[in-house]
Structures are given as structure tokens and as C-alpha cells.
């Protein structure tokens, strides 16, 4: 296959960054909100709960977006934003997930934001749900074990789409909603430890979440007109260790896990592989005929994050894990690894892209996608900067790849880095795993003064927005 044609991306491209509330809003408990499940979780995904904020947890006061969220939307306008990855925090609009009335000042305040985004013509893109599950949900109810969640999540939705409906067209229903499976915790605010949680109860939890996700597709489409409504995946390419078939197999099997939830967004139904799996593994669903009618409101297009590859094998002795975003899986011996050992991998960016293009034919949204890398800051003519050559070889890398899709024929709407500006990590909770082209200035021990720093690849973003990709560079990354 050839190089892309010199100009790929279409003029419609969705250039931004990607955001979460919980990991840079901080006034965690400000203006009524209520707490959510990252607020007693303050080493982050793989740290111990705690049974109440603690102060060693950064996600409390993160980057004060709460209080700067003006002076950070001018930064991203700066750079030439089209669109921007914000979702919004459930418990500020429902502290306890199970209110009958909503907070009017959490609603409040994502006015402001969307006030200030449309004043410099950022398109909101925003996740209803994103690993921030108000913190009552999870100690009453477990989470989406619960089928009661479906009610307190389409309650919410309706007054997000009720308030903001007339100004916000690009909705994703939930983060990375196959981690479910992988971090319970995180991706279904579920407390019993994921060792003690039974196939049959997560699998239950999975279709409540599926189940809620069409439901707000179908809630969005009756009440705003144009109104585009993607699901979120965490996309993770599965390459077999070896040639042999049963390696093949295995990472065809290890792939499934993942494309399930894509399938069922895009299809409508759940494909004939999970029905075997479940039938197999003694999983007997609680399906309801309204569920199946319900599911059948399927996605306008499917977004995703990208950060690395796996490999998988049949071999239980090559069975070597590796680090890495929070799905894990067999080490590549052919690709280098970050800091924190995620295994960096431009052209499986291409490949994904192809099969979810080729598997589902709806246009895709690169939704995160960067690299975690600890930064320096340096002064270049008296002022504070960072020298990120890594993080713009690493985006540039992965960009031509995406021009190379396009060129493919995939249908790619946009492209939003996460972490645009330094937040706090999931996986982690720290301040120092940067993905930014904004530095924060706070460290893992919470201090700093939170100034903002534009970075070297700062200006190098904003030069790709305004070439609309043309100012790329060729180099490692071609194919
Ligand atoms: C994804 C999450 C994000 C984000 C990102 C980077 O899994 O959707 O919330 O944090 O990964 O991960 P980390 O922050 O752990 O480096």
C-alpha cells in the first residue's frame, strides 16, 4: 500500500483534546456536588478504597478546571480547538445518583463552561459517564450490578439532554465502557472486589450498562433533532504471539471480549460468540423483552481511545503480561514501552481503524490517544517550557498513521489527544504521568501553584490545526 495523498484529512476534521471531569475540575465537594467513586480512590484504579476523601488524593483539587475553566478553554482556543472532550461530573448534577431533583449549581456550572467553548467556537464532545459514578450508587445499589441504575442514569441523561441538548451535539455514552470487565470498580462503580465477583453478576452488570447506553441513544434521538451519539471503547489491538493458529485463536478469543461491546452498540443484538460464551460458562442473562427493544437503538458512530497493543497466545508459559492501560496482555517483543510500560504502537492505530471500519462501517472518533511521560520544565528566553520532542514524535507517529487510514478509506471524524491539559492519571492518580501541551504546575505531593506552562508541543499542535495535518512529518512512523 502506498503513502496517503498529501492532503487526507477532510476539511470537517474535528481537531481538540480529551478531558475528564473527576481528573481535573477539583471542588470536589463545591456547590453541592456529592462524591463519586475517585474520590476514595486516591492511588487510582490499582490503589486500596478508602472510606473517605483522603488528603493525599490529588483528583480532590486536580487542576481547579472548576475555578480556571475560562483561562484553560482561551489556552485550547489558542492552539486552534475545534472540539473539546469534556464529561460531565453525575454527582454535581445528582450527588447521589438517586436524588429526585438535580443540583441546579452543578448544572450551572457546566453552562459557564459550554458558554465559554461556544464564545470561541469549540464544539463540545461530552461523556455522560466517565469512571465517576456518584459514590452513593456504588455503596447502595453496587453499582451496575444493579438493574436500578438503568433508571438513575436515564433520569440524568434526560436532564443533561433536557439542559443542554440545544447546544451540545456530539455525546458518548460511557468511557471506555468495556473496562466493566476488566476494572468492575472503575467501569461499573461495582465494590465487591473484582476476585469475588461472579461471572454471571458482571456479565448482568455488562447488559445494564449496554442497556442504559441504547437507552440514552434512544432518549437523545427523540429529543435532539441532530444529535450524534457515539459509544466509547477502549480499543486494543490483539496480535497472536506466533504464527500458530492456536495462537491465532487465542487472540481472536482475547479480541472478542472487547469488540462484543461495539458489536452490540453498532448491531443492535448480542453477537453469536458472547451467546456462546455466556451458554458455556453457565451466564444466564436477565434479558427482558423491553431490554432487546431497547438495544436495538444502536450508535450514529463508534469513538475509542488508543494507547497500545497486546499480544495474546494459547502458550500459558509465554503467558508474560505486561504493564499497561488497564486491559494488560502478552508483551511485544517488537515494540518499545513508555515510562510506564505501555507499548508504543503508531501503526496498530491504522489497524484499528481498518477493523472497526471494516467490522461496523460507522464513522470513528479518535477520542484519546498520547503519551504518559514525565516532564521537565525548562526556561527558554525567561520562560517556563518543556521540551517535549517525545510527545510530538509520539503524536506524529500516530497521526500519519490516521492519515494513512483515511487514505484506507476509513471514515475518521476527529482526532482529540488525551489529557490536552496536565491532569491527574487514572490508572495512577499522579500529577507527574503528563500528557499535556499544557504543563500544570503540581506535583504527586500536591504542591505547586497550578500556573499554566505552553509546552514545545504546544506550538506544534497548533501548527498541525492550522495546516489541518499537512505540517506532519514523515519519518519513523511510515509504514
Ligand atoms: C483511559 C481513561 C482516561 C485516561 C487515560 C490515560 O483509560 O479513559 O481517563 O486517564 O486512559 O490513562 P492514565 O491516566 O492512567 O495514564
Redesign the pocket.
Given at each position: 500500500m502506498t503513502g496517503p495523498t498529501s492532503q487526507p484529512f477532510p476539511e470537517t476534521f474535528l481537531w481538540g483534546g480529551a478531558t475528564?471531569a473527576n481528573?481535573i475540575e477539583g471542588a470536589h465537594d463545591a456547590d453541592g456536588k456529592g462524591l463519586s467513586i475517585q474520590d476514595v480512590l486516591p492511588q487510582?484504579i490499582v490503589g486500596p478504597r478508602t472510606a473517605h476523601p483522603t488528603p493525599d488524593n490529588l483528583k480532590l483539587e486536580a487542576i481547579d478546571f472548576y475555578h480556571r475553566y475560562a483561562a484553560d478553554i482561551a489556552l485550547l482556543a489558542e492552539m486552534g480547538f475545534k472540539v473539546f472532550r469534556l464529561s460531565i461530573a453525575w454527582s454535581r448534577i445528582f450527588p447521589n445518583g438517586d436524588d429526585e431533583k438535580p443540583n441546579e449549581a452543578g448544572l450551572a456550572f457546566y453552562d459557564r463552561v459550554l458558554d465559554e467553548l461556544e464564545r470561541h467556537g469549540i464544539e463540545p464532545l461530552v461523556t455522560i459517564s466517565?469512571?465517576e459514578t456518584p459514590l452513593a450508587l456504588a455503596e447502595k445499589y453496587n453499582g451496575w450490578a444493579s438493574r436500578k441504575l438503568i433508571g438513575f442514569y436515564e433520569r440524568y441523561v434526560r436532564v443533561l439532554f433536557d439542559r443542554y441538548g440545544h447546544r451540545v451535539r456530539y455525546w458518548l455514552t460511557f468511557?471506555?465502557i468495556n473496562?466493566l470487565l476488566h476494572f468492575p470498580i472503575i467501569g461499573g462503580a461495582i465494590l465487591t472486589p473484582k476476585e469475588e465477583l461472579s461471572r454471571q453478576d458482571q456479565f448482568q452488570a455488562v447488559h445494564h450498562v449496554l442497556v442504559a447506553s441504547a437507552l440514552a441513544t434512544r432518549i437523545a434521538h427523540e429529543q435532539i433533532p441532530d444529535a450524534r451519539v457515539g459509544c466509547m471503547v477502549?480499543a486494543i489491538p490483539v496480535y497472536p504471539l506466533t504464527p500458530a493458529p492456536s495462537d491465532v485463536l487465542a487472540a481472536l478469543d482475547a479480541d472478542h471480549t472487547n469488540l462484543l461491546f461495539g458489536d452490540v452498540h453498532v448491531r443492535g443484538a448480542y453477537p453469536g460468540y458472547a451467546m456462546r460464551y455466556m451458554r458455556e460458562n453457565g451466564i444466564e442473562l436477565d434479558i427482558t423483552d423491553e431490554d432487546r427493544e431497547i438495544l436495538t437503538n444502536t450508535v450514529d458512530f463508534v469513538s475509542f481511545?488508543y494507547?497500545m497493543s497486546v499480544c495474546e497466545t494459547a502458550d500459558p508459559d509465554q503467558r508474560h503480561t505486561g504493564d499497561g492501560?488497564?486491559i494488560g496482555g502478552v508483551r511485544n517483543p517488537t515494540l518499545r514501552d513508555t515510562e510506564?510500560g505501555w507499548q508504543i504502537d503508531p501503526v496498530g492505530l491504522r489497524i484499528v481503524l481498518n477493523q472497526f471500519w471494516d467490522r461496523w462501517q460507522k464513522p470513528l472518533f479518535i477520542v484519546?490517544n498520547g503519551l504518559?511521560a514525565k516532564d521537565e520544565l525548562v526556561h527558554v528566553d525567561g520562560r517556563p517550557t518543556v521540551d517535549d520532542d517525545y510527545r510530538i514524535a509520539y503524536l506524529n507517529d500516530h497521526l500519519l498513521q490516521v492519515a494513512e487510514a483515511i487514505a484506507d478509506g476509513v471514515d475518521v471524524l476527529g482526532y482529540t489527544p488525551?489529557?490536552c491539559i496536565d491532569l491527574v492519571?487514572?490508572?495512577?492518580a499522579q500529577m507527574s504521568?503528563r500528557?499535556g501541551f499544557v504543563y500544570v504546575d503540581r506535583d504527586d505531593d500536591g504542591t505547586g501553584t497550578l500556573a499554566r506552562y505552553r509546552k514545545k508541543s504546544f506550538h506544534w499542535y497548533a501548527d498541525v490545526i492550522r495546516s489541518n495535518g499537512a505540517s506532519l512529518r514523515r519519518g519513523d512512523g511510515r509504514p
Amino acid at each position: 500500500m502506498t503513502g496517503p495523498t498529501s492532503q487526507p484529512f477532510p476539511e470537517t476534521f474535528l481537531w481538540g483534546g480529551a478531558t475528564a471531569a473527576n481528573q481535573i475540575e477539583g471542588a470536589h465537594d463545591a456547590d453541592g456536588k456529592g462524591l463519586s467513586i475517585q474520590d476514595v480512590l486516591p492511588q487510582g484504579i490499582v490503589g486500596p478504597r478508602t472510606a473517605h476523601p483522603t488528603p493525599d488524593n490529588l483528583k480532590l483539587e486536580a487542576i481547579d478546571f472548576y475555578h480556571r475553566y475560562a483561562a484553560d478553554i482561551a489556552l485550547l482556543a489558542e492552539m486552534g480547538f475545534k472540539v473539546f472532550r469534556l464529561s460531565i461530573a453525575w454527582s454535581r448534577i445528582f450527588p447521589n445518583g438517586d436524588d429526585e431533583k438535580p443540583n441546579e449549581a452543578g448544572l450551572a456550572f457546566y453552562d459557564r463552561v459550554l458558554d465559554e467553548l461556544e464564545r470561541h467556537g469549540i464544539e463540545p464532545l461530552v461523556t455522560i459517564s466517565h469512571y465517576e459514578t456518584p459514590l452513593a450508587l456504588a455503596e447502595k445499589y453496587n453499582g451496575w450490578a444493579s438493574r436500578k441504575l438503568i433508571g438513575f442514569y436515564e433520569r440524568y441523561v434526560r436532564v443533561l439532554f433536557d439542559r443542554y441538548g440545544h447546544r451540545v451535539r456530539y455525546w458518548l455514552t460511557f468511557n471506555e465502557i468495556n473496562s466493566l470487565l476488566h476494572f468492575p470498580i472503575i467501569g461499573g462503580a461495582i465494590l465487591t472486589p473484582k476476585e469475588e465477583l461472579s461471572r454471571q453478576d458482571q456479565f448482568q452488570a455488562v447488559h445494564h450498562v449496554l442497556v442504559a447506553s441504547a437507552l440514552a441513544t434512544r432518549i437523545a434521538h427523540e429529543q435532539i433533532p441532530d444529535a450524534r451519539v457515539g459509544c466509547m471503547v477502549l480499543a486494543i489491538p490483539v496480535y497472536p504471539l506466533t504464527p500458530a493458529p492456536s495462537d491465532v485463536l487465542a487472540a481472536l478469543d482475547a479480541d472478542h471480549t472487547n469488540l462484543l461491546f461495539g458489536d452490540v452498540h453498532v448491531r443492535g443484538a448480542y453477537p453469536g460468540y458472547a451467546m456462546r460464551y455466556m451458554r458455556e460458562n453457565g451466564i444466564e442473562l436477565d434479558i427482558t423483552d423491553e431490554d432487546r427493544e431497547i438495544l436495538t437503538n444502536t450508535v450514529d458512530f463508534v469513538s475509542f481511545s488508543y494507547y497500545m497493543s497486546v499480544c495474546e497466545t494459547a502458550d500459558p508459559d509465554q503467558r508474560h503480561t505486561g504493564d499497561g492501560n488497564i486491559i494488560g496482555g502478552v508483551r511485544n517483543p517488537t515494540l518499545r514501552d513508555t515510562e510506564w510500560g505501555w507499548q508504543i504502537d503508531p501503526v496498530g492505530l491504522r489497524i484499528v481503524l481498518n477493523q472497526f471500519w471494516d467490522r461496523w462501517q460507522k464513522p470513528l472518533f479518535i477520542v484519546e490517544n498520547g503519551l504518559g511521560a514525565k516532564d521537565e520544565l525548562v526556561h527558554v528566553d525567561g520562560r517556563p517550557t518543556v521540551d517535549d520532542d517525545y510527545r510530538i514524535a509520539y503524536l506524529n507517529d500516530h497521526l500519519l498513521q490516521v492519515a494513512e487510514a483515511i487514505a484506507d478509506g476509513v471514515d475518521v471524524l476527529g482526532y482529540t489527544p488525551w489529557g490536552c491539559i496536565d491532569l491527574v492519571s487514572a490508572s495512577t492518580a499522579q500529577m507527574s504521568k503528563r500528557y499535556g501541551f499544557v504543563y500544570v504546575d503540581r506535583d504527586d505531593d500536591g504542591t505547586g501553584t497550578l500556573a499554566r506552562y505552553r509546552k514545545k508541543s504546544f506550538h506544534w499542535y497548533a501548527d498541525v490545526i492550522r495546516s489541518n495535518g499537512a505540517s506532519l512529518r514523515r519519518g519513523d512512523g511510515r509504514p
